[in-house]
């Protein structure tokens, strides 16, 4: 096996302690920096994909991006300044009144490892702060909004809104457990995904990339 | 007319019910029981016997246990022993008194005086480290996490002598949320290995004492846990969404195990609902799910609904349903 593919295993299979020295190991070997990175991103792919079909679960799921995290340390020093593979900044916060975060630390996750710069606003984000935050932040393409609770359905929309009337360009995506694509669409939203392991696609659709 | 208790068994058990169980009709829930909070007023922080923080902050519907660096109780689940002690269960006598008086005062010919246990084994190691340490343990530190686990359990298990001492009760309502809407939190096999032996020891250890009927909550995706479900003594899964094909569990485990919920919060629990909406859905589930081993429910965890009115409203077209289904 290429030390490429013992990363994308060791990836894929969430070994976090074993990852950055096979990463090292790839980098010594040869490889080049942006194809180990690309390797893992594919892994987190084929993660998403079996994670949609219910293969794996969501320790699963984290485990693998633990595991790319501590590649990507690896590959920072060496790629620093050289931007080329990041698909843009996305802004991604839980909306205000709710404080479940579960999901959207797996779409924070998954979005990242998909080669988005993700800008993480925590839980119980005012929708103004999805505005600000668009505006502080260079390259900003996406802004992801993650709500659990019927109870703050109408916190959602106003998020959309506001980002929208602020940002007439910027694209929202919105998901969380009582959000459907019909209901994306009633809010004005660009996209909707049901789920961490679709979100990715998802996202780079919604942007043309 | 059957008693509301009899109508359960009837229906439980594949028999002759008389009509639909309504809902929570047939728990008395025991609620004053003293126990560990694991929730506080609106606006106010609390630190309760596990050293877990629990606030609810302004403009939140609920309470949230704090898992910040300062909060966590659990920093690394290696040296669990160092950060872990259970509260004590020996409460004084006069704490038991409501509770007692309530259980009393319970017809229980008509109704079960039913004991309240939440959180659950698994919540109780979230609410301990938090969601994502707590679901990587079981993968990256299965001993510790066994041991862990092992040690909770006792803590329940010295919790249920208290209760079965003090009310006699004759079900069991417990909590523990084992997945998301469309899928369980662990894999069945990792569930399996962990939470099943601990559920076993409990709800063995209460039907040993007493209890008839084990209700557990966990409103969620779960169709691939059912079979562990039946395996540990629960009799009804409360909480059961309609993400899960119902009338496809019920026609392969009625009789070894009931289903109460169906009815989605998520559907007919929001701010624009209305009654005749809420009258849609519960139709639907009657008419699919069929009149044994299912009880149409809300899938919220106790007899409540996020807007006033909504749990009446089932309630209500619950009856409707029974008038035009039952003969
Ligand atoms: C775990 C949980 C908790 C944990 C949360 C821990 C945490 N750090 O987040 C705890 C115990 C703390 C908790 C607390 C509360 N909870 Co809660 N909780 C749940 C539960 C069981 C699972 C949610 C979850 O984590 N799922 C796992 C993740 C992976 O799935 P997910 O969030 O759906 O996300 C996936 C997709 O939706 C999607 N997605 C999510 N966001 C986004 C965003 C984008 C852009 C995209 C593309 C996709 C996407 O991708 C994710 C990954 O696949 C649900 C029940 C359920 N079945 O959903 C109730 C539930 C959401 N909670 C509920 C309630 C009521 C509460 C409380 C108010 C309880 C209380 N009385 O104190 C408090 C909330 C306080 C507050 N203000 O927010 C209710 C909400 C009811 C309603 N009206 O909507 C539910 C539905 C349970 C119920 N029926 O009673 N909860």
Same mark, same amino acid.
């Given at each position: ?86 698909? &843009?900044?996305? %802004? ?82 919105? &998901? ?20 961490? &392991? ?7 659709? %919604?942007?043309?990339? | ?7 359960? *068994? ?130 990256? @530190? ?50 399996? @290995?962990?939470? *099943? ?9 209460? +039907? ?43 026609? @392969? ?13 998520? @559907? ?22 069929? +009149? ?30 029974? +008038?035009?289904?039952?003969?």
């Amino acid at each position: 096996m290429s030390k490429i593919e013992e990363v994308k295993v060791l990836v894929e299979t969430g070994k976090s302690k074993k990852v950055a020295a096979a990463v090292q190991e790839a980098l010594d070997a040869g490889d080049k920096a942006q194809d180990i990175l690309d390797a893992m991103i594919a892994s987190m792919g084929v993660v998403g994909d079996k994670f949609s079909s219910g293969e794996i679960f969501v320790p699963e799921m984290l485990i693998a991006a633990k595991a790319m995290s501590k590649g990507v340390e690896v590959l920072k020093p060496v790629m620093a300044g050289d931007g080329s593979s990041s698909l &843009g900044t996305c %802004i991604m916060g839980t909306i205000a009144g709710d404080l479940h975060d579960i999901g959207k630390n797996l779409v924070v996750m998954m979005l990242e490892s998909a080669g988005f710069d993700m800008v993480d606003l925590g839980v119980d984000v005012p929708a103004e702060r999805f505005v600000e935050a668009a505006k502080e932040n260079n390259n900003v393409v996406l802004v992801a909004c993650s709500g659990l609770l019927t109870t703050t359905m109408p916190a959602l929309k106003e998020a959309v809104q506001t980002v929208k009337a602020a940002l007439p360009d910027m694209k929202v995506i919105v &998901g969380g457990a009582p959000v459907t694509q019909e209901y994306a669409d009633e809010i004005g939203a660009d996209g909707y995904a049901p789920d961490a &392991g679709s979100s990715a696609s998802k996202a780079k659709v %919604i942007i043309g990339a | 007319m059957l008693t509301k208790r009899q109508n359960l *068994l009837e229906t439980i058990k594949g028999g002759e019910p008389d009509r639909f169980v309504n809902q929570y009709e047939f728990l008395e829930l025991i609620r004053e029981a003293p126990k560990e909070p694991f929730m506080t007023q609106k606006g106010s922080e609390i630190k309760n016997g596990w050293g877990i923080t629990i606030r609810w902050p302004e403009g939140q519907i609920g309470s949230f246990p704090v898992h910040d660096d300062n909060h966590k109780v659990l920093k690394d689940i290696t040296e669990w022993r160092k950060y872990v002690r259970a509260p004590a269960v020996n409460y004084p006598a006069e704490r038991w008194t409501e509770a007692i008086a309530h259980a009393n005062a319970v017809d229980r010919d008509e109704k079960y005086v039913t004991a309240f246990v939440t959180p659950g084994i698994f919540e109780l190691t979230h609410y301990l480290m938090g969601m994502e340490d707590a679901l990587m343990s079981y993968y990256e @530190e299965p001993e510790a996490m066994h041991e862990l686990i092992d040690y909770l359990t006792e803590y329940e298990l010295q919790y249920a002598k208290q209760i079965i001492e003090n009310l006699h009760p004759d079900a069991l309502f417990h909590h523990d949320d084992w997945g998301s809407q469309i899928s369980s939190f662990m894999s069945p096999e990792t569930f399996e @290995e962990f939470i *099943l032996p601990a559920y076993k020891k409990i709800y063995g250890f209460y +039907k040993e004492n007493g209890v008839e009927i084990i209700v557990h909550h966990s409103d969620s995706y779960g169709a691939n846990l059912v079979p562990y479900m039946i395996d540990m003594g629960i009799d009804i899964w409360q909480g059961v969404m309609n993400t899960n094909n119902i009338p496809e569990l019920i026609k @392969e485990y009625g009789g070894k195990i009931s289903f109460m919920g169906g009815i989605h919060s998520g @559907e007919v629990d929001f701010p624009e609902w209305t009654p005749e909406i809420v009258m849609e859905h519960v139709e639907k589930a009657c008419n699919e799910c069929g +009149k044994s081993y299912f009880i149409p429910n809300l899938s919220q965890g106790g007899p409540i609904s996020s807007f006033p009115g909504v749990y009446e409203a089932a309630s209500e077209a619950i009856d409707m349903m029974s +008038k035009k289904l039952f003969k």
